[in-house]
């Protein structure tokens, strides 16, 4: 293995586009690249430290130590080093020992830019080329078709490292998840699997909310084209893959983006824009034209060379308000006077404008929890550009109303209706996400109130009441089943519990929910517009009962919902509908293949009586605790 040499992968355009921030494929270019040099083949490295005095690459090939392997300086005022190294290969474990300016700060950081690193706790960057030949084709062909806005969204949102574990209590890899997660999701009916951050990171409590290796899918299990399997598999069964992509903070550990050339480098440097006091992490310096760069070049990184379907942006609101838990005083307001990020916010516009222009039939996903204007509106028209944002408001109050009493629901009818007055501002997805069965909110089950049956009727509800009403959905693996304990990131799911026949209840009502989602027109093809959705009676507070209809193109295909909030049935229950024709039972969550009780309606007759504002009616039972879909 020879010394540095003089190679560079940038031209002078590469460089203005990343001095303005607009390089959005940096992954080609900086990091760590297998290439042949006057018939040598070698690696190519290059990284960007405007602040060093110099850079050298250490690794197991030259025992670690700083001097032997310099990069050189561009003299282009970019900050990047770079060079050569004759005679190195896939799979060497690599950093750069970094001395800052200011000569008494020499880090040694992982490449920000690797594409495979060690395995926690180790903290080394791997050097390696990905040669995987895809076998998605007819996916990536009709993906757009799949993952439209008016298209059935019904995600199951997962923690690779603790769905399912091996009877040692051990990782499964990415190539057994392959086999074991694809059919499960499959056979459960799911359109979309979620992927909490897959990238790699050093702390397993953080449940991979604090990247260090961002263009890195994480070593515990398996290899970079092992995770390529992962997504194949799920492509070629017709299932779309999203993952969590996390811009708004970064730890800070010793060898990740943090003080990185002995500046602050990655992060802003004014502690009150910098650093986050709720996860005690640094914060992005969203002004910064190379660092836009990274984030944009990033979130294409896993759309381009992973076939990803989306990407569901984490934390958005952190990002939006420069007051975001800070006290008066912690916070410096915008030129405006105002507490809005000007930068965060134009980065994330022109993210969406590039995902959404460069890759057809991709969406991006907000997990947005504020009132902030436009989440989902175009950036043309002013708006931030995603395709769809998370019903923080919705699920709050469903689960508020929920853990009351039957008894007392009555009084509060206003909470369960409230989502319908703003249900269309926005693209909302309907979420049940691990963040609602950790430190100590229980699990869903367990937050229902009653005795076991009760329990678990109102679980069928709650999931029923969801799919009917309007917006995409996403639930957290082990909600399907009636997981009883809360979510542990350190264990697998409580799989024994299917056994059960409850379990296998709730487990039997949400593929069923899955199958008719996608099977009638009416409950997506107008998710996001008050076209799809209409009131038949809110108002009856007496009885808890809702009545309302779902949409489509086509009348003839419209369903009427009617959800018993209450154990007692209503038998008898006139609701008003508008074309006297003939009405039959689809779903009914009191059915006995879920736990129910059984009582389902086989005849239903359209009368000619005035009732809800419409001229006809139809009479049916409303079974205790259940939600049944009239076609």
Same mark, same amino acid.
């Given at each position: 293995?020879?010394?540095?040499?003089?190679?560079?992968?940038?031209?002078?355009?590469?460089?203005?586009?990343? %001095?303005?921030?607009?390089?959005?494929?940096?992954?080609?270019?900086?990091? *760590?690249?297998?290439?042949?040099?006057? /018939?040598?083949?070698?690696?190519?490295?290059?990284?960007?430290?405007?602040?060093?005095?110099?850079?050298?690459?250490? /690794?197991?090939?030259?025992?670690?130590?700083?001097?032997?392997?310099?990069?050189?300086?561009?003299?282009?005022?970019?900050?990047?080093?770079?060079?050569?190294?004759?005679?190195?290969? #896939?799979?060497?474990?690599?950093?750069?020992?970094? #001395?800052?300016?200011? +000569?008494?700060?020499?880090?040694?950081?992982?490449?920000?830019?690797?594409?495979?690193?060690?395995?926690?706790?180790?903290?080394?960057?791997?050097?390696?080329?990905?040669?995987?030949?895809?076998?998605?084709?007819?996916?990536?062909?009709?993906?757009?078709? %799949?993952?439209?806005?008016?298209? @059935?969204?019904?995600?199951?949102?997962?923690?690779?490292?603790?769905?399912?574990?091996?009877?040692?209590?051990?990782?499964?890899?990415?190539?057994?998840?392959?086999?074991?997660?694809?059919?499960?999701?499959?056979?459960?009916?799911?359109?979309?699997?979620?992927?909490?951050?897959?990238?790699?990171?050093?702390?397993? @409590?953080?449940?991979?909310? #604090?990247?260090?290796?961002?263009?890195?899918?994480?070593?515990?299990?398996?290899?970079?084209?092992?995770?390529?399997?992962?997504?194949?598999?799920?492509?070629? +069964?017709?299932? =779309?893959?999203?993952?969590?992509?996390?811009?708004?903070?970064?730890?800070?550990? $010793?060898?990740?983006?943090?003080?990185?050339?002995?500046?602050?480098?990655?992060?802003?440097?004014?502690?009150?824009?910098?650093?986050?006091?709720?996860?005690?992490?640094?914060?992005? +310096?969203?002004?910064?034209?190379?660092?836009?760069?990274? &984030?944009?070049?990033?979130?294409?990184?896993?759309?381009?060379?992973?076939?990803?379907?989306?990407?569901?942006?984490?934390?958005?609101?952190?990002?939006?308000?420069?007051?975001?838990?800070?006290?008066?005083?912690?916070?410096?307001?915008?030129?405006?006077?105002?507490?809005?990020?000007?930068?965060?916010?134009?980065?994330?516009?022109?993210?969406?404008?590039?995902?959404?222009?460069?890759?057809? /039939?991709?969406?991006?996903?907000?997990?947005?929890?504020?009132?902030?204007? /436009?989440?989902?509106?175009?950036?043309? &028209?002013?708006?931030?550009?995603?395709?769809?944002?998370?019903?923080?408001?919705?699920?709050?109050?469903?689960?508020?109303?929920?853990?009351?009493?039957?008894?007392?629901?009555?009084?509060?009818?206003?909470?369960?209706?409230?989502?319908?007055?703003? $249900?269309?501002?926005?693209?909302?997805?309907?979420?049940?996400?691990?963040?609602?069965?950790?430190?100590?909110?229980?699990?869903?089950?367990?937050?229902?109130?009653?005795?076991?049956?009760?329990?678990?009727?109102? &679980?069928?509800?709650?999931? =029923?009441?969801?799919?009917?009403?309007?917006?995409? %959905?996403?639930?957290?693996? =082990?909600?399907?089943?009636? #997981?009883?304990?809360?979510?542990?990131?350190?264990?697998?799911?409580?799989?024994?519990?299917?056994?059960?026949?409850?379990?296998? =209840?709730?487990?039997?009502?949400?593929?069923?929910?899955?199958?008719?989602?996608?099977?009638?027109?009416?409950?997506?093809?107008?998710?996001?517009? *008050?076209?799809?959705?209409?009131?038949?009676?809110?108002?009856? *507070?007496?009885?808890?009962?809702?009545?309302?209809?779902?949409?489509?193109?086509?009348?003839? +295909?419209?369903?009427?919902?009617?959800?018993?909030?209450?154990?007692?049935?209503?038998?008898?229950?006139?609701?008003?509908?508008?074309?006297?024709?003939?009405?039959?039972?689809?779903?009914?969550?009191?059915?006995?293949?879920?736990?129910?009780?059984?009582?389902?309606?086989?005849?239903?007759?359209?009368?000619?009586?005035?009732?809800?504002?419409?001229?006809?009616?139809?009479?049916?039972?409303? @079974?205790?605790? *259940?939600?049944?879909?009239?076609?």
């Amino acid at each position: 293995m020879g010394k540095v040499k003089v190679h560079s992968l940038f031209t002078d355009f590469d460089i203005d586009l990343f %001095k303005s921030g607009k390089h959005y494929r940096l992954y080609d270019k900086l990091g *760590s690249h297998i290439v042949e040099v006057d /018939g040598e083949k070698g690696v190519y490295f290059a990284v960007w430290a405007p602040s060093a005095k110099s850079v050298s690459v250490v /690794g197991d090939f030259n025992f670690w130590l700083e001097g032997d392997h310099r990069l050189n300086v561009r003299w282009d005022s970019s900050g990047i080093w770079e060079g050569f190294i004759p005679g190195l290969d #896939q799979g060497t474990l690599y950093k750069y020992k970094i #001395q800052s300016n200011n +000569n008494d700060v020499i880090t040694e950081k992982a490449d920000p830019f690797a594409r495979f690193c060690e395995q926690p706790p180790k903290t080394a960057s791997v050097v390696w080329e990905s040669d995987y030949k895809w076998k998605d084709k007819k996916w990536m062909g009709y993906r757009k078709d %799949k993952n439209g806005l008016d298209r @059935p969204y019904s995600v199951y949102e997962v923690h690779l490292g603790s769905w399912r574990r091996k009877a040692d209590n051990t990782f499964m890899s990415y190539i057994e998840l392959a086999d074991e997660l694809v059919q499960y999701v499959k056979e459960m009916g799911y359109t979309h699997v979620e992927f909490m951050p897959i990238m790699e990171f050093p702390y397993d @409590p953080s449940w991979g909310y #604090q990247l260090t290796g961002y263009f890195a899918p994480t070593s515990r299990f398996g290899k970079p084209e092992d995770f390529k399997v992962l997504v194949d598999t799920f492509h070629r +069964n017709d299932i =779309g893959v999203i993952l969590d992509w996390v811009p708004s903070h970064f730890p800070e550990d $010793a060898h990740g983006l943090g003080n990185f050339d002995g500046s602050n480098l990655y992060e802003h440097p004014d502690r009150r824009r910098g650093y986050h006091p709720d996860w005690k992490s640094l914060i992005f +310096n969203y002004g910064r034209n190379e660092v836009r760069a990274f &984030l944009i070049s990033n979130a294409l990184f896993w759309l381009e060379q992973f076939h990803v379907d989306g990407l569901r942006v984490d934390a958005v609101a952190s990002m939006l308000y420069l007051d975001y838990s800070r006290d008066d005083g912690d916070w410096e307001p915008n030129i405006y006077g105002n507490n809005e990020n000007l930068e965060a916010i134009s980065l994330l516009k022109e993210l969406n404008e590039e995902v959404y222009k460069s890759y057809d /039939g991709v969406q991006t996903i907000a997990e947005e929890s504020t009132a902030f204007s /436009g989440v989902t509106r175009p950036v043309y &028209l002013g708006g931030l550009g995603f395709g769809m944002k998370w019903m923080m408001g919705w699920m709050h109050d469903t689960l508020e109303y929920f853990k009351k009493e039957p008894i007392y629901r009555r009084h509060h009818q206003n909470d369960i209706t409230f989502s319908m007055t703003y $249900a269309f501002t926005e693209n909302f997805m309907l979420p049940f996400s691990h963040d609602e069965v950790v430190y100590g909110k229980q699990s869903l089950i367990y937050r229902m109130p009653g005795d076991e049956w009760q329990r678990f009727a109102n &679980l069928r509800l709650l999931f =029923g009441y969801m799919f009917t009403h309007p917006g995409t %959905k996403i639930m957290f693996q =082990g909600a399907e089943f009636g #997981q009883t304990s809360e979510w542990n990131f350190d264990q697998s799911l409580d799989w024994h519990l299917i056994q059960f026949e409850l379990h296998q =209840g709730i487990q039997n009502v949400v593929k069923d929910l899955n199958t008719v989602y996608k099977s009638y027109p009416a409950l997506y093809e107008k998710q996001f517009s *008050s076209e799809g959705f209409q009131w038949i009676d809110y108002g009856d *507070s007496e009885n808890s009962v809702l009545t309302y209809m779902r949409k489509g193109h086509d009348k003839k +295909n419209d369903l009427v919902v009617a959800c018993n909030f209450t154990p007692i049935p209503r038998e008898s229950y006139r609701i008003g509908v508008p074309k006297a024709r003939k009405y039959k039972e689809i779903f009914n969550s009191d059915d006995t293949k879920y736990g129910g009780s059984g009582i389902t309606n086989t005849t239903i007759k359209t009368t000619k009586t005035d009732w809800n504002g419409q001229k006809n009616s139809v009479e049916v039972t409303i @079974p205790p605790l *259940s939600v049944i879909i009239l076609q």
